[in-house]
C-alpha cells in the first residue's frame, strides 16, 4: 500500500486563521500580512522544506514575532556611527520615551495652561537655543536638504533687511538698488557635494527656479573669486561643509569671516550649510565645523541634520539671526516641509539630555571596547584585530576611529544579516569584521548567540 502523502494533511487556511495566536495577532498586523505569513509556511511545506507538523507551530511563532512594521531592528556591527542605510542615529532612551509619549494627542500647539494656540515646536527650540547661545533663533523642518532648499529660497537677496538697515518687511530687501531678482546662489566649486543615493545639492537648489553660480576651482577657491561673482542678480553667499569628502593637497577656500565681510559690504545673506551637526566643537573631531563656532563666525543662518553627529531624529536645523529665522519660518514652503510631533519630541529630548548612542560611540573607552571584543572572541572563536571605525553619514570623512574588531570568515556576514536579531557586520578585504563600537553593551551576548547560530547555519550548508 502507498503511503498517503503527507503534504495532504497540511493545515488549511481557514483552520489557521482561526487559532487563537493568529485571531489575537490579526490588529497589530492586517489581514494582509496573516494570510501572507500562512500562505509562505504553507508553501514551504508542500514543497518539502517544512515538515507539516510545523506549519501551525511555525504560523504561530511568525504572527507572535512580526513587527508591526516591517523595518526590522538591527545590531550594527560596523563600527560606523551614523550609518544611512542603518537609519542614521539610534535614539537616546530619553528620546525614544519622548516619542512614546507624544504618540497620542499632545499640545504641540496649545497652551493648555489658557487654552489658546501656541507655537509649534517651543520646547525643542528653546533646548536648542540653550545649546547654542549664538543663535539668537532656529527652526526644525524636516531633514537638511530642506533646510537649504528654505533657507537659499527665502532668504534671496535679503542681506540688508536681515541687518535692520531695512524696514521693508518680506519681499526684496533692496528692490529700490536691484533692477533684477536676486537669484544667484554664489558657491565655490570644491563645495558642490553629492550627499548621497545620487543626490546632489546644486540640482536641489535650481529646482527651485534659482541659479548656481560656481565660483573658484574644484580645490582653491578664494575670497576674490566670490568678489568677482557678484552682480545685482546674486542672491546669497553659499557655504557648504564638504561632509562626506575631504579635499587634500593644494588647496584653499574662503573662510566665513572673510565671506561675512564680502556680505555686509554688499547687502547679501551668507548661509552656512554644515550637514553634520556638530552643537559645539568636539575635541575628538578637530576638523568637523560646529554650529557655535559657524555662528560667530557671521553666518545668518546654519544649517545642521538632526540625525548626523547630534544623534537625534531624522530633521534639518536652521539657526541664525532673529531675522533670518523670522524670513524663513514664514515662507509659505516652510509649511510644506514642517516637521511632525514626534520629531520635535525626540530632538528636544536629545538635545537636552545628556549624552546619546552617537556621542558614545563617537567617545567609546577603547580598553573596554577590547576587552568586549576579547570576550566574543572566547565565546565564538576568531581573532581581535585593530579595526578603525567612522563616522559615517556625512560627517568626518576620513577621520578613522581606532579600535577594534572580531575577524571572522565572510561567509558568516549573510546569515549575520538574516538572522534574529539581525547583525550587520562589516565585509572588507574578504573578512568579516565584527565591531562593537556601535553595539550596545548589553547586546553582546545576543551578538554571540547570532555568531553562534549563523555558524550553525553555514555548517549545515556545508
Ligand atoms: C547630509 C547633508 C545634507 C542633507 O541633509 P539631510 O538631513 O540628509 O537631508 C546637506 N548638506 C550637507 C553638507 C550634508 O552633509
Known amino acids: 500500500m502507498v503511503e498517503p502523502d503527507p503534504r495532504r494533511s497540511i493545515p488549511r487556511t481557514d483552520h489557521l486563521l482561526a487559532l487563537p495566536e493568529v485571531e489575537a495577532a490579526r490588529d497589530r498586523l492586517g489581514e494582509a500580512v496573516i494570510r501572507a505569513v500562512i500562505a509562505d509556511a504553507q508553501s514551504r511545506a508542500r514543497s518539502g522544506e517544512l515538515p507539516v507538523a510545523e506549519v501551525t507551530p511555525t504560523v504561530i511563532a511568525a504572527v507572535n514575532d512580526h513587527g508591526a512594521s516591517s523595518l526590522t531592528p538591527v545590531l550594527n556591527a560596523t563600527g560606523i556611527i551614523v550609518h544611512t542605510n542603518l537609519g542614521r542615529a539610534p535614539l537616546s532612551p530619553a528620546a525614544q520615551q519622548a516619542i512614546a509619549d507624544a504618540a497620542g494627542y499632545v499640545d504641540v500647539e496649545l497652551d493648555l495652561e489658557s487654552g489658546k494656540r501656541s507655537k509649534r515646536g517651543v520646547g525643542a527650540k528653546q533646548a536648542l537655543l540653550r545649546a547654542c547661545p549664538a543663535a539668537e533663533d532656529a527652526l526644525i523642518v524636516n531633514n537638511g536638504a530642506a533646510a537649504l532648499l528654505l533657507a537659499v529660497t527665502a532668504l534671496r537677496g535679503s542681506g540688508s533687511a536681515l541687518r535692520g538697515s531695512d524696514s521693508s518687511e518680506q519681499g526684496n530687501g533692496t528692490a529700490a538698488a536691484r533692477p533684477v ?3 544667484e546662489i554664489i558657491v565655490s566649486r570644491g563645495e558642490l557635494v553629492e550627499i548621497g543615493a545620487g543626490f546632489r545639492l546644486p540640482d ?24 568677482a561673482a557678484l552682480t545685482p542678480a546674486t542672491a546669497s553667499l553659499l557655504k557648504v561643509h564638504t561632509s562626506n569628502f575631504r579635499l587634500t593637497g593644494f588647496t584653499a577656500e574662503a573662510t566665513l569671516p572673510q565671506l561675512r565681510t564680502l556680505a555686509d559690504d554688499h547687502d547679501l545673506p551668507l548661509i552656512a550649510d554644515l550637514g553634520s551637526g556638530l552643537l559645539t566643537a568636539d575635541p575628538a573631531l578637530p576638523d568637523e565645523p560646529d554650529i557655535d563656532t559657524a555662528l560667530r563666525a557671521g553666518a545668518d543662518v546654519v544649517i545642521v541634520s538632526g540625525d548626523k553627529l547630534l544623534g537625534g531624529p531624522q530633521a534639518g536645523i536652521l539657526l541664525g539671526s532673529t531675522a533670518a529665522i523670522e524670513r524663513i519660518a514664514t515662507h509659505p514652503l516652510a509649511r510644506a516641509v514642517r516637521t511632525d510631533k514626534l520629531t520635535l519630541a525626540a530632538l528636544e529630548a536629545t538635545i537636552a539630555g545628556r549624552g546619546n548612542p552617537v556621542h558614545d560611540a563617537l567617545h567609546i573607552d577603547l580598553d573596554r571596547l577590547r576587552e568586549r571584543t576579547e570576550t566574543l572572541a572566547e565565546t565564538v572563536g576568531g581573532s581581535v584585530v585593530a579595526h578603525d571605525g567612522r563616522v559615517g553619514g556625512g560627517g568626518a570623512p576620513g577621520v578613522p576611529l581606532p579600535g577594534w574588531a572580531l575577524e571572522m570568515p565572510e561567509a558568516l556576514a549573510a546569515p549575520l544579516r538574516a538572522g534574529d536579531p539581525a547583525v550587520v557586520a562589516r565585509v572588507h578585504q574578504g573578512v568579516c569584521l565584527i565591531d562593537l563600537r556601535c553595539v550596545p553593551e548589553a547586546a553582546d551576548d545576543a551578538v554571540a548567540a547570532a555568531i553562534r547560530t549563523a555558524s550553525d547555519c553555514l555548517g549545515e550548508g556545508a
Open 181 to 183: 531678482t536676486p537669484d
Open 204 to 227: 536641489l537648489m535650481v529646482t527651485t527656479g534659482m541659479r548656481l553660480r560656481e565660483v573658484g576651482t574644484t580645490n582653491r577657491t578664494h575670497l576674490a573669486d566670490y568678489a
